[in-house]
């Protein structure tokens, strides 16, 4: 097992170099250039030897392996350089965002898995029953919302037909002044409508697999035997068999590792929400270099993380898996 | 075994309905209640650097507004006014040279002689030097077109040395743009490679040694460079001077322009600065921080776009605490305008990296507003600041919120959280006619200054179709503008005539007009050759004299993504199909667009727009040497708009240039490169409490504008 981490550990590097260089290759080849070389280029006041000059204080006028490798170089003592859009360190950009992001998408997880996990073993224990049936379509209902119909749409009615939830970003303008609990009621309830579109999606989804997990579950010969010995059917379901149909659900929870600081782009515009998605995509349309390597290699380091941590606890969760 | 799994059913749903009822429980929360005071705007994306130098983006700009005044800003007729400067006037050094033995001093006496008798008016003049033994310069109070005739006269015609300029533009194939092969090398340096602003360089280099006698070289485009020779040069002179500069490769250069001049006039201009304006951390503005200024924009190690603004400024200097003058090498009349920037020199000179200043995130300004806080693609916090000198603002507070959504924008406006916001035409045709709207919201419909269009490429070796006047103004009266606006704009744009807004004061309202008329555009085609021969409704005519019939055909390029220009693009299709114009559309990603198919000029046709500034000067856009490395993309040669545009650029008197700027938009009407289409409608809902907040042309928040705001007193709690 340790020698298995430790191999497993190694490959990353690799792994993570690769990314880098292709993330990098497709950025730099992207057509356009960063924003303001391409704002510029439309404006009859701007002449073409500015431009030139920007392009070589960014470094632009250079080949893209010559930039990759000064860019690695860099990267190895974790400097991840400044953005091109305002000059700021990356990496300051991103702390700054990442409570915003990381409190959204525990929420989130956490209302997901508290609605998804029950729902899911309701409905196995309960299946072909009415329950099962009324779950099974609300649950297809939520899992096919459009995120950004469903988004728009709370905005409607709790936003502005009630009034009862700010429609936009994460605190009122002007709360630091205000009292610790007030700011903390204010936070959750920017937080309500997001959370809700956030989860609405994946605690369908989990419902799912939670079923169709116990199911399988249920129809084995242990849970057969523990029922022949008497075993009342709660204990049956929530000792015996839920422990096993756990299994691929923590799988699914290393996944989401790097989906914590993903943030979604869509509903965070929507709702004005200062998190990692927004960050990205303008880091993106910006052609922001800097910003975009510096996530792509956060997420993806955070991918490699979260499946070597989804393997490595189904080991542990799993006494039949053995890694050699 | 079923009590408990029940058990566990009724566990499950109270905790679920427990959720729902503690999120309807913080919904119910106090409403949070607004000050009137506060002005809370929309901006649709994060600022970048809030440094009047160092943005490109319009959201760091529409901040930067009210940190940083302008020198001098443009009243609703698009006629500069005064704002951080309390005045300006435009001077003259007009150096005169002699030949032939004559000197400075006997013309220096003379000239005194003739001031003393009155033959000059002694109001014009400022100062007379001598400055070498054959070149004098006299300073005059005003900028005068003809200040070569004080000294006629007093300086006899044969001892009178002309002056050349001279306009230098190589074709762009010669000095290696847009080609594969490896550029030319540097005859001087052969490690560096050609270009044309390593010849300005290096030109320059050679002036200030004294190599040449040369007053100022100055770069234009990557394909063109200017300067005046202080004698008189013809075209094989002229190439001697030039050649020596070249690579081998290089056998001709094009001289567009070789005017003879009698003096080398320079327009300086003289800013006097308000006193007693602070910068947000009380040190005093002075002339200074406007010089501090200058030299950060043209530092070649600053970030900024703007530095061509001041390429033909010769000197800055300050003249005492408010008074600084600025020599330029040649006129220019947008110069004066150019002059907007302004960052505190006592905060910059100690910062080590002035792009990546901190205090481009904390701007100290000087303007009517002062910075308070900034949270990322939160919101942009900005305080009055009741000392500028234009008074209290309306607003003790205004506030950016950074909304990137339309939709949550809006929603936002209808939950009363913001109070300015810029429509679409669907949401002020049909979303914000109902009673609860019009109640809470006051909308305005504005043009500022831009236009849509169709581009023709004229360049003969790219497309061979539109190079007929007759052909290019009968595909505009083919097309029915309004017809357009009303299905696609709920008719709120308008139609447009001319490259110059309508509210300027260099708008010529009486240039020809290309109403629909269908007919007179069939008729227009027929004049120029092209008819249905074979019967398929598609007009045929041999264009490349190959002697076969060649179908009018082409592809209007435009870009993707957006379903408003797809229609557009479509209906105008339609509509040359009926004059038997077979048109195809191509709609091409925006990036891509630019990059593979505008730039190179790779293209038949192309619909597009431009957003312009106050100033009339569109030299840029359609002067032939800016066919390559400027913005005349369709390639529209016209000799006599070269020489209206470039002396209109060059005229300081508003009625002169304005006669210059009216006869050029009636040549453009006539000869219709572009297709007019329409100028888009600015649409804005502003919140009841705001009285007077009627925009004018140049947009809803220019400072006289806004100084004119205020709070209805019937929303302000008692």
Redesign the interface.
């Known amino acids: 097992m340790f020698t298995y981490i430790i191999r497993r550990i190694l490959y990353m590097i690799p792994t993570l170099f690769g990314i880098t260089l292709i993330t990098f290759l497709i950025v730099n080849l992207a057509p356009g250039e960063p924003a303001a070389l391409d704002a510029s280029k439309m404006n009859p006041n701007i002449s073409a030897e500015d431009i030139e000059k920007l392009r070589k204080i960014y470094d632009l006028d250079k080949p893209v392996m010559y930039r990759y490798f000064k860019w690695l170089k860099k990267i190895l003592t974790l400097d991840f350089g400044e953005s091109f859009k305002d000059g700021r360190k990356v990496l300051d950009k991103i702390a700054e965002r990442i409570p915003n992001t990381l409190i959204l998408n525990i929420l989130a997880i956490i209302v997901s898995f508290a609605i998804g996990v029950p729902l899911g073993i309701m409905a196995a224990v309960w299946r072909n029953t009415w329950f099962d049936k009324i779950t099974t379509v609300l649950v297809f209902i939520g899992y096919s919302l459009p995120g950004f119909w469903f988004a728009l749409m709370l905005i409607l009615v709790f936003g502005v037909k009630l009034g009862w939830l700010p429609i936009s970003g994460i605190h009122t303008i002007g709360a630091e002044e205000w009292p610790f609990w007030d700011r903390f009621i204010d936070l959750l309830k920017h937080l309500v409508m997001p959370v809700i579109v956030f989860s609405i999606g994946s605690f369908a989804s989990l419902s799912r697999y939670m079923k169709m997990s116990l199911l399988d579950v249920i129809n084995q010969d242990y849970v057969r035997t523990a029922r022949a010995k008497g075993v009342p059917e709660w204990k049956v379901i929530y000792w015996h068999a839920l422990r096993n149909a756990l299994i691929p659900i923590v799988t699914l929870f290393g996944f989401m590792l790097p989906g914590l600081i993903g943030g979604s782009f869509i509903i965070e515009t929507i709702f004005g929400f200062p998190g990692m998605g927004r960050l990205g995509y303008d880091a993106i349309m910006n052609r922001d270099y800097p910003t975009i390597m510096a996530i792509s290699v956060i997420v993806s380091f955070l991918t490699l993380l979260g499946n070597f941590l989804a393997d490595v606890l189904y080991a542990l969760v799993n006494p039949t898996i053995r890694y050699e | 075994?079923?009590r408990?799994?029940f058990?566990?059913?009724i566990a499950?749903l109270i905790?679920?309905f427990g959720?729902s009822l503690v999120?309807?429980q913080?919904?119910?929360?106090q409403?949070?209640a607004r000050d009137p005071y506060i002005l809370?705007r929309r901006l649709a994306?994060?600022?970048?650097?809030l440094n009047p130098v160092?943005y490109?983006?319009a959201y760091s700009g529409e901040i930067c507004d009210w940190i940083f005044p302008p020198l001098v800003t443009y009243n609703d007729k698009f006629e500069l006014q005064p704002e951080l400067a309390e005045g300006w006037v435009i001077e003259e050094k007009a150096h005169f040279y002699l030949k032939g033995g004559l000197s400075a001093q006997d013309v220096y006496a003379n000239f005194m002689k003739a001031l003393d008798e009155g033959k000059v008016d002694r109001n014009l003049i400022d100062d007379v030097k001598v400055v070498a033994p054959d070149e004098i310069v006299v300073t005059l109070t005003k900028f005068k077109d003809d200040a070569y005739k004080i000294m006629e006269g007093v300086i006899p015609e044969e001892n009178w040395r002309k002056i050349t300029r001279v306009k230098v533009v190589f074709h762009g194939k010669d000095v290696g743009i847009n080609q594969d092969k490896p550029p030319y090398k540097c005859p001087w340096d052969s490690n560096k490679n050609f270009t044309v602003?390593a010849l300005v360089k290096k030109m320059k280099e050679d002036v200030k040694g004294g190599k040449l006698p040369i007053a100022y070289v100055s770069?234009l485009?990557?394909v063109s460079f200017e300067f005046l020779y202080l004698d008189e040069l013809n075209e094989t002179k002229a190439w001697e001077v030039v050649k020596a500069y070249l690579p081998d490769g290089i056998k001709e250069a094009r001289f567009v322009r070789l005017n003879l001049k009698r003096i080398w006039d320079q327009p300086l201009i003289v800013f006097k600065l308000r006193k007693g304006i602070k910068w947000h951390d009380g040190t005093e503005v002075t002339a200074d921080d406007v010089k501090f200024t200058y030299e950060k924009v043209i530092d070649?190690?600053t970030?900024?776009?703007?530095?061509?603004?001041y390429?033909d400024v010769r000197e800055v200097k300050v003249l005492d605490k408010y008074t600084l003058s600025i020599l330029y090498n040649k006129p220019y009349a947008p110069c004066v305008s150019s002059w907007y920037m302004i960052v505190p020199k006592h905060i910059f000179e100690k910062e080590p990296d002035f792009?990546?200043?901190k205090y481009?995130?904390e701007p100290v300004g000087c303007g009517p507003y002062k910075f308070v806080k900034w949270?990322?693609?939160?919101?942009i916090?900005l305080e009055a600041v009741d000392t500028y000198w234009r008074g209290k603002p309306p607003f003790k507070k205004m506030?950016f919120?950074?909304?990137?959504?339309n939709?949550?924008a809006f929603?936002?406006l209808?939950?009363g959280?913001i109070d300015i916001l810029g429509l679409t035409p669907y949401q002020w045709k049909f979303q914000t006619n109902n009673a609860r709207f019009l109640n809470n919201f006051n909308k305005y419909k504005y043009m500022t200054p831009g236009y849509g269009y169709i581009g023709y490429n004229l360049d003969p070796e790219k497309c061979k179709l539109f190079l007929d006047k007759r052909v290019r103004q009968a595909l505009s009266y083919a097309i029915d503008r309004d017809a357009i606006i009303k299905a696609l704009d709920y008719g709120l744009g308008e139609k447009c005539y001319s490259p110059i807004h309508p509210s300027s004061w260099a708008y010529n309202p009486n240039v020809k007009k290309y109403e629909y008329n269908p007919e007179l555009a069939k008729k227009l085609l027929a004049e120029a050759g092209w008819k249905d021969v074979d019967g398929d409704g598609i007009l045929e005519k041999d264009v490349d004299g190959d002697g076969k019939l060649d179908k009018f055909r082409f592809t209007l390029m435009t870009s993707a993504g957006s379903d408003d220009i797809k229609k557009r693009a479509e209906l105008i299709q339609s509509y040359w199909k009926k004059i038997g114009v077979d048109c195809q559309l191509k709609f091409i990603?925006?990036?891509?667009f630019?990059?593979?198919y505008v730039?190179p000029r790779n293209f038949e046709a192309i619909m597009l727009g431009?957003a312009?500034?106050m100033d009339p000067d569109?030299y840029?856009?359609w002067a032939s040497d800016q066919i390559e490395?400027?913005?005349n993309r369709i390639g529209y040669v016209n000799p006599e708009v070269d020489k209206i545009l470039e002396e209109a650029r060059e005229t300081f008197d508003r009625e002169k240039r304005k006669k210059l700027y009216w006869k050029f938009q009636e040549i453009i009407a006539e000869d219709c490169p572009y297709t007019f289409l329409m100028i888009g409608p600015s649409l804005v809902a502003v919140h009841k409490r705001i009285l007077n907040a009627k925009p004018t042309a140049i947009g809803l928040f220019s400072y006289d504008n806004f100084y004119k705001w205020h709070v209805d007193p019937a929303y302000v709690q008692k």
Not at chain 2, 26 to 29: N, S, V
Not at chain 2, 589 to 592: A, I, K, N, Q
Request: charged content about 20%.
């Open positions: 075994m079923k408990s799994t058990k566990f059913v499950s905790f679920v959720m999120l309807f913080l919904g119910c929360g409403k949070f809370v994306a994060d600022a970048s650097k160092l490109t983006d602003g770069f485009t990557k070649p190690n970030a900024t776009v703007r530095a061509s603004t390429r792009n990546n200043s481009n995130r949270v990322s693609d939160s919101y916090e506030i919120k950074i909304l990137p959504n939709v949550s929603n936002e209808l939950a959280q990603e925006w990036t891509v630019l990059k593979n730039y431009w312009l500034g569109q840029s856009i490395g400027g913005f």
